[in-house]
């Protein structure tokens, strides 16, 4: 019996290299006119996340998350979304290890 498991795994080793920008949400609730409770169902979040992140803000990867689930490009929201860089919080490691992490090695 083959016990190899063929499943790629999700990259585990992306290294955080400084802190992630982060967002208003109440923008997006403007915009779009959700309430907290519409905005929390259409997103999926529980009403005590979608609260907790109202008052914290989200970082760059759920406000492109939540912009699109709004039907929204992110920088119609906040126009400075566009100018973060990712490299500067976050790096992958190389494609060489990635392939390896999903499992997809020769």
Known sequence: MDTTNTTPRPLTKVRKTGPE?????????????????????????????AHRRLQR????GQADDYAIACGLLPWQVWPEWDEADPTTW???????????????AA
């Open 90 to 104: 976050c790096t992958l490691p190389p494609y060489e290890e990635q392939d390896e992490l999903m499992g997809l």
């Open 21 to 49: 920008p982060r967002y208003p949400l109440q923008p997006l609730l403007d915009r779009t006119g959700y309430t907290p409770e519409e905005f929390s169902n259409l997103v999926s979040l529980s009403r005590a996340t």
């Open 57 to 60: 803000g989200i970082t760059w």
